[in-house]
Nanobody
């Protein structure tokens, strides 16, 4: 079992920045690829970014490329999502997820463990 706890969400004005953190416990963190997903009200949960076990490979959805950066610190069992130039359409609950394949994958069904989510609200 892997337990994931997200933090860092909040209310920010358009153009602002937030950094989300997700700390894992329970199993060897380095064994897992990590992903960030988001779910806006009334919509499906969708892929945002992912990083492989070493941090050497990352992938982003087109809408956040150049604005968001995913990174991980395996010594701290933590994955981060730095979000800059935020837009109102980024408003959603953000979830981190751990995938035992270790590979960067965009399908939410490829991830085995999920956090409880953290709310990000961007005002215009």
């Amino acid at each position: 079992q892997v337990q994931l706890v997200e933090s860092g969400g909040g209310l920010v004005q358009a153009g602002g920045s937030l950094r989300l953190s997700c700390t894992a416990s329970g199993r060897t963190f380095i064994d897992y690829a990590m992903g960030w997903f988001r779910q806006a009200p009334g919509k499906e949960r969708v892929f945002v970014a992912a990083i492989n076990w070493s941090g050497g490979i990352t992938k982003y959805v087109d809408s956040v490329k150049g604005r968001f950066t995913i990174s991980r610190d395996n010594a701290k069992n933590t994955v981060y999502l730095q979000m800059n130039s935020l837009k109102p359409e980024d408003t959603a609950v953000y979830y981190c997820a751990a995938g035992s394949s270790g590979r960067v994958l965009v399908n939410l069904r490829s991830y085995d463990y999920w956090g409880q989510g953290t709310q990000v609200t961007v005002s215009s």
